[in-house]
């Protein structure tokens, strides 16, 4: 008989034990469905259990005399459990019955359920097991999930519990009653992913999700019951149960692996959680073809695919809201392959949150029309503004060219289209790709805006040559367009050679200007930005001498802006940029501390202006990436570990008082999860490993939602990839080699792949390098020499190349115990060569 057919059987043979003999007959024709062959294998087996004695019969696998019937329930009424006085019984499943109990031994008044679990804890191995997993339950600490206060047996081994009493309906029935609305009804359902993903995290699993075990209180607030409970008293410690015929499940909410009794995982509890969604969405199961009898329940739970929620809903009003994403997002819950599924349950509420707030969800396919349409309806006002302004400038560059054509006599009417086409395309390059520079997922629409309003601006500079004005809104657009091309620390798409060739033109443009007027201080300023942006290109790629020597010019610049105007804030800001820029950039082993000093008076200066006015974002998001940079040198150099974990804290705290005022700028979002990486480093530095592990973890998860925002990002998803090099390092430094490795090879992995678009990016050569390096110390340690060995010299080309960047210290420094490592592999691989040949 195959394993199939096997499950077939046995589903069969549950039911009819079940059965009042005078039934049996004619339920066993209906399943058999005139199969001779099985039935006969089902009287076989009947007729077995029939000799083996009538308590086979009486009760089923999992059950036992004092809890069989409601003559035993009944019994125990009044009866003592422990402290614990039975008064009524308030509920009865396939695992057990559920009464509700008082504390009745006068040291105080409590409710409280008590769960009569069938089976034993016949064996001291069962109960050990039973006490270990109790305890293991009674840690569950969450709002949401009804604590175990007790548990035991009785006299004759059969398992009991003690929980939380919870007043309140079924989720369902709550749903129902209070007429909830499908946002409604889904951001319950969020509180109770939450509760779930809580005890995940803590190894356990629920197994019997439905309904019933979710019970909403009056004032809205979800408890989960028995959790964990089928694990608690499965004392053999296996998923497969084939001592027993009926596992403990509701076949309506099992998963298909439950039903053919394979292992479970948390997979198990997404599918059960995606049964619960389907119902409250829909009010009906998800396979409407299965009848009331667990076989063919369990059949079109295994082999059928459930229908669309959208398809099922009952409320004819509901369908459209449920069709698109919440039918994509339930179906993936239902998955019959586990690792099909959400990951975690996590993700199965991020999705759902994802939807709350129109953004795409994971679950329906990555599409440019997708991500369009859902940027669309969360930035309605921006792109319609945005669509206005393309089409007038369209039509208006479009009567301008006409109008030029047919009558060069009406001058002055040309020159009025002129000025509107200017004005048009400044709106697109000033207002619109302002609006959405710092919204997730907005990297390729604001290239497609700024594209658009150079190729505008070009035309009409060619017009317009020796207008101080229009140079400037030139050089303005060639900027962003750089920006967004490969744009220092901010959303870009990899593109760094074409970044630097839009800065140069930028600087072309404003340096030409300036020549021709000396004076004009706004020019100055402007020339300032552009060698900024172009410096941190310089640096990035690579080019260190050339970075400096604009950077020098900035320090130039404004110092002489400042002294003209030293009461001037702007001047007072930019020179402290100047100050950290240089200062940041100019450090080397044995002049380190002026380029400290240069960052600590930048410190000092935009401390005093934030200070002076505390709404001046640009000067608080400088202060930010002062106390950062400043910090990076003290660890590095001055190995003031302290001080500088001190002062990236501060930065944190500095973003997270803007993102209180702006939480979806996904600028400040990413400082943030940055400046958690930095704070992980000095923790690591500081040998506090497990909190050092903490801070990248939680790095990674938000560095994670950044990427997953905006897929054409490049700078993020080389950011994630860094996070996780950092975190292999923190597990390095805890011996968790199996981890540590895990993480190197994710990271090395998405810089290979990041590295084919990206013409030169300082960080992927280093993070490359340093995962190979490290990857090599993991083999070290596990003393694989040869496979340490190549992986050790695979890495030497990149930290070789990266004592050129800024990251040299650290390069030069693994590259000495790159060097120590090959030469204790040499020295290993000799010695075995030695011993083989002996």
Known sequence: ?????????????????????????????????????????????????????????????????????????????????????????????????????????????????????????????????????????????????????????????????????????????????????????????????????????????????????????????????????????????????????????????????????????????????????????????PYPAASTLPHEIAQAVCEVEPERPSVRAKEVSNRRRLRGDLDNIVLKALRKEPERRYASVEQFADDIGKHLEGLPVTARPDTFWYRSGKFVRRNKAVVAAAAVVALTLIVGLAVTLRAAYIARTERARAVERFNDVRQLANSLVFEVHDAIQNLPGATAARKLIVDRALRYLDTLAKEASGDVSLQRELAAAYQKVGDVQGGFREANLGDTQGAIASYRKSLTILEAARGANPANVAIQRDVLTAHGKLSDLLLMAGDRAGSLKHSKQIVAIAEGLSSADPANPGNRRNLARAYLDYGWKSVGRDDWQRGLEDCRKSVGLLESLVSADAADKQSRRLLALAYSRTAELLSEYARKHDESLAMHRRAIELVRSMLAQDARNSDLRRIEAWERVRVGDELGALAKAVESEQNYRTALEQLNALAGADVNDVEVQTDVAMANSRLGSALLQQGKLGGAEQQFQKSLNACQRLSKNVSSNEDLTWTMAFDQFSQGRVYARRKQWREAQALLRASLPGLEQSKGSSYRALAEGSLVEAHAYLERCDRELNQRTRENSQ
């Open 1 to 285: 008989m195959t394993p199939e057919v096997w499950q077939k059987v046995r589903r069969i043979l549950e039911h009819a034990l079940e059965t009042a003999p005078d039934h049996r007959a004619a339920y066993l024709e209906q399943a058999c469905r005139g199969d001779a062959a099985l039935r006969r294998e089902l009287d076989s087996l009947i007729a077995a259990s029939e000799e083996a004695g009538t308590e086979f019969l009486q009760y089923s696998a999992f059950e036992s005399p004092a809890i069989a019937g409601s003559a035993g329930a009944d019994a125990l009424i009044g009866k003592r459990i422990g402290p614990y006085q039975i008064v009524e019984e308030i509920g009865h499943g396939g695992m057990g019955s559920v009464y509700l109990a008082v504390r009745a031994d006068d040291q105080y008044r409590k409710k409280v359920a008590i769960k009569l679990v069938r089976g034993g804890l016949g064996d001291p191995f069962r109960m050990h097991r039973f006490k270990a997993e109790r305890q293991i339950l009674a840690d569950l600490d969450h709002p949401n999930i009804a604590r175990l206060l007790d548990g035991g047996a009785l006299d004759d081994g059969q398992p009991y519990v003690v929980m939380e009493y919870v007043e309140g309906r079924p989720i369902d029935e709550y749903c129902a009653a209070h007429n909830l609305s499908i946002t409604e009804r889904l951001k319950l359902f969020c509180s109770v992913c939450l509760a779930v993903a809580y005890a995940h995290r803590r190894l356990v699993i629920h197994r019997d999700i439905k309904p019933a075990n979710i019970l909403v209180a009056e004032t809205g607030e979800p408890k989960l019951l028995d959790f964990g409970i089928a694990k608690m008293v499965d004392a053999e410690g296996t998923e497969q149960a084939t001592a027993t015929v009926l596992r403990q499940m509701t076949p309506e909410y099992a998963s298909p692996e439950q039903v053919r009794g394979g292992p479970i995982t948390t997979a198990s509890d997404v599918y059960s959680l995606g049964v619960v969604l389907y119902g409250l969405l829909t009010g009906a199961g």
